[in-house]
C-alpha cells in the first residue's frame, strides 16, 4: 500500500452497528494539512455535511477525519448539529487534536439521532487504535451496505520526490452522485496549496465520482474530503507537477468510483456507458443517465438479456437533444443499431457473449457533436430488492 | 358494462405471443367516430405511433382500432412503416372498413420486425370474433405483462340522454408516462365536435394516466386514443354536458390508471404520492417523480418498513425549489417529519400498521405555494427483477 507519510488511522467496533462489527474509524495527520471537500447536493444535508462545510469555509488547515457509519445523522435538525459537534469535542480530547480540525462525516440509516453514551465509551478504544498501518480496519469502520472496502493508492514522482496519495470509501446504495453519493476521504503527503488542492479534487470528482450511478438515488451526506499535509517534504510547485499530482488523484477516484459500482448492492455488472457526439455534455450526460438508471437496462444487464431496445428506449426518453436518426448503438463493440434500423443479423449469438461477461461497454452515438459523457453504471438485481426491503430489519 | 353503441370488439391468437394466447384485437364502430389521440415522448416512436400521428393530424373520421401485442414495432425503421401500414390493409379488407379509417398500435418486444404471414392468417379468425360483447376478449388480447385486463366504462346522463364510455388499457412495466406509457382505448357513443373531444382527452390523460410510475421508463409506444361516434344519437352540445362527460371521461380514465400501477410487474402496494403548497405545479411534480421513482422509497413500500429517510432524501434531490426546513412529511395522516426535525414518537409503532396496507398515501408539503401534484406510483420487488430479467426468454 502507498500510505502518505504523517498519517495515523484507527477504528472500533461503537455498536452503532450490530454484531460488533467496526462502525467507528478515524484518520489523523501528525501536521494540519490543507483540505479541499466536494459534498452532496441534496437539499437535506446530513448534520457532518452542513458541519464540514462550515468548517471548510474557514480556510484553515485541518488535522483529520472523524467517520461513523450505522447512522446517517442527516434530517436530525438541530439536536443533530449539537450532537456532531460534541462527537468532535469528544474525539479531539481522546486523539489530542483541536476540536475545530477534526472533520466529521456520517453514514447509515437517516433520521435516528445519535446515542451519546455510545460515542463516550467508544474514545478510548478509538484513541488506542491510531497506527500508520490500520487504514484497512478505517475503510472497514465505514462500511454499510458494503460487501468489501475499498482502497486506492497511488505513488507519484514529482520533481522534488515522490508522493503518495491513499483513497477510502464506502457506498453501495443511494448512489447517483450529482455530487458524489458516498464517502470518500482522500490522504496525501504532498505539500500544494490549497487552492490548487481544491480545484485538483473537483476536477477529478466531476469526472470519475461523480459519473456512477447505482440507483439514482443522491444521498443525504456524501462527501469527498482530501487532506494534504505536506510531510513527504516534497513541493508541488510547478505546473508539471500539478499536472502529474491530479492525474494520480484522478487515478485513485477512478479505482474508488469502479470499486464502488462493483460493489452496488446485489450487483453483478458493471456497464461502461460512453456516449459521444452529442451537442453538449449536459446532453451527453442527460442520455448516459436515462440508460445508466433505466431499470429495464439494468434488469436486462442482469439477465445477460441482449434486450438492446431497451437503451435505445431510455435514449428516447432522456430530454437529450438528438435526432433520433443519428443514434448508434454498439454494445461490447458490435454495431447494433443505426439509421433508425436495427443492423442484421442474429443479435442474441453476437451479443451473448458479451452480454454474459462482469463488464460491459455500451457505446451511444448521438451525432457529431463534441459532447460526451462516459458513466459506469450497475445492474438491478433481486438481492438489491432484499437488501433495502429488510435494511433496516 | 356500459358498452358504446354501435361498436364491435374482437381478438384472436395469432401466434405473436407464445402458448396461444389472444394477441390481436380490433375494435370497429359501426360509423365513423371522431378521434383524438395523445403519445409517446419519446424520441423514438413506434412506427404504429408515427401512423397513428399522421392519419390523426388529417382531421378526418375514423372506424376503429387494429392492436397486437407480442411486437412493438418500435425501432423497425422504413420496414416496420410499411408493415404497419400492410396490417392496416389486410385488416380493412377483413373487417370490411376503409383501411385509411383504421388507427394502429402495437405493443411488446421493441426491434424485431412483423412475420407478415401471421398477419394475413389471423385475418379470418379476427373477422369473425368481432361481436358487440367481447370487448373482454380485446382488453386480454392488448396484454403483455400484465396480470389482469384492464377495463372501465361509466354511463353518464346528459340533457339529451345517456352516452357510455368504455376504456381498456394494457400496461404494468416501462411505464413512466410523460404523456402515457402504455396502450389505452377509449369508445364513446357521444355526438361530439372532434377539438372539445381532443380537448378533454389532452386535460384528463394528463391527470390520471400521466401521473402514475412503475419503473420510470417511458415507453416508445404509449398511445391513448379515444373515439366517439354519436351512436347514442345524444349531442354534447353545452359547457354544462361537456363537464359530465368530461368528469366521465376522467373517471374512466382515473381508473384505469390505478389498475395499471395496481398491476404493477412484480407490483404489491400502491403509493399516493400526494404533494403541495410548491412554488409551482412543476416543482410538485418533481418531487412527487423523484419520491415514486426512487428504487430506496420503492423497496421500502415492498418491505413495509416506515424507512421515512428516504422520502425526505428523494424529495431533497428532486431538483424542485423549496427550502429543506419548510418540508412537511405525512404517512398514512400521521405527521413524521416537520421544520428539519423527526416528530417524537414511535414512528415504527405509528407507521407499521399504515405501511402493511396495500395502499399508502404520502403527504409531503413543500411550503404555502399554490403547486401541486399527486401520482400513483407502485413498490420496487423481487417479481419486478424477475419478470424483466427474463422477458423475452
Redesign the interface.
Known sequence: MNIPKGYRFGAVAASFKKQGKLDLGAIVSDTPAVAAGVF??????AAPVLQCQEMLNTGRKFSGFLINSGQ?N??????GRANCRETLNLAAKALDVPADELLPASTG???AQFDMDKWEAAMPGLAQSMTVDSAENTAKAIMTTDTVHKLAGVTVSLAGGDVRLLGMCKGA??I?P?MATMLSFITCDAAIDAAAWKAMLVDCVDRTINRVTI??????NDSVIALANGASGVDVATDEDRELLRGALHTVLEELAYKIVMDAEGGTKVAFIEVSGAQSDADAELVARAVG????VK??L??S?P????I??????SGAE?A?ED?KLEIGGVLV?Q????EPGDMDDLLGPIMRKRDIVIGIELGTGPGACRLLASD???E???I??????
Chains 1, 2 share one sequence.
Open positions: 452532496t447536493t441534496n437539499k437535506f444535508k446517517a442527516a434530517c436530525t435538525g438541530d439536536l440509516v437517516i433520521g446504495g443511494m447517483s450529482k440507483d439514482g438515488d443522491t444521498s443525504t438508471n433505466s431499470p429495464l434488469t436486462a442482469f439477465g438479456d434486450n438492446w431496445g431497451r435505445i428506449c431510455a435514449a428516447g426518453y438528438f433520433a443514434l443499431f439509421n433508425g434500423t436495427p438491478l438485481t433481486r438489491y430488492i432484499s433495502n426491503a429488510d435494511y433496516r430489519s
